[in-house]
């Protein structure tokens, strides 16, 4: 137990035991609701590294605890060997990059046996703006003029061309800076949306419950 204790709390496996708290650490709040597995996929690009197709926390979770693991049985040798003095902190110094190495094959190893149980979400797409509200941001909109800023589902705002095919034959349907619109239709060819007028009051409400 002294050995291990020792081997723990020297270099370099003292490194990745501070980094497998902050892992543990991590988990706990997924499992207390107070975080998402998912909350640094937008943060992190781990593809360059080969661990894509998983979330950010599993490929990373996995490369710390394997990193701690070999570097304590890397510590483990080195103080076995009796070595000192230089000798002994490039010991440490190689059983540091060893350990980075090793994780890195083992993870790799790993997910591509397990990336399948992770479908990858499709990418973004203008598509997915059809049927969103927008606000003109033109002060009027043509068959061949006109933007206006619609929210994306993450939060972010976006300027998009848009078009309105007829001309206006009520007061209405004429689009001012400030109006609201609904994107109805994306033409991929010329990268507009048709747009046509949206008043909140005319969208359809749920159904009140009967009373029983």
């Known amino acids: 137990m002294t050995e291990f204790l020792s081997a723990a709390v020297s270099f370099p496996a003292v490194v990745f035991g501070a980094a497998l708290v902050v892992v543990v650490c991590f988990w706990l709040l997924v499992l207390a609701g107070a975080a998402g597995h998912d909350s640094f996929d937008t943060d992190l690009d781990t593809?360059?590294?080969g661990f894509g197709g998983v979330p950010v926390s599993v490929s990373v979770s996995l490369?710390?605890?394997?990193?701690?693991?070999?570097?304590?049985?890397g510590?483990?040798?080195?103080?076995?060997?009796?070595?000192?003095g230089t000798l002994r902190a490039v010991l440490h110094l190689a059983?540091?990059?060893?350990?980075?190495?090793i994780a890195r094959g083992?993870?790799?190893m790993l997910l591509r046996r397990f990336r399948r149980y992770f479908p990858a979400e499709p990418p973004p797409s203008r598509q997915d703006f059809v049927g969103q509200v927008c606000t003109i941001r033109t002060?009027?909109?043509?068959?061949?003029f006109g933007q206006a800023e619609v929210a994306a589902a993450d939060g972010s705002t976006a300027i998009v061309q848009v078009r309105q095919p007829l001309r206006p034959s009520a007061p209405g349907d004429v689009f001012t800076s400030g109006s609201t619109g609904l994107l109805y239709a994306y033409d991929a060819d010329g990268e507009f949306f048709w747009v046509s007028p949206y008043d909140a009051a005319?969208?359809?409400?749920?159904?009140?419950r009967k009373a029983v």
């Open 47 to 49: 593809e360059a590294v």
């Open 63 to 73: 490369f710390i605890v394997i990193s701690w693991f070999t570097g304590l049985t």
């Open 75 to 84: 510590s483990v040798l080195v103080l076995r060997s009796g070595a000192t």
């Open 95 to 101: 059983v540091l990059a060893g350990a980075l190495l």
């Open 106 to 108: 083992v993870v790799r």
């Open 139 to 144: 002060g009027s909109v043509s068959a061949d």
């Open 202 to 208: 005319l969208a359809p409400r749920p159904l009140p």
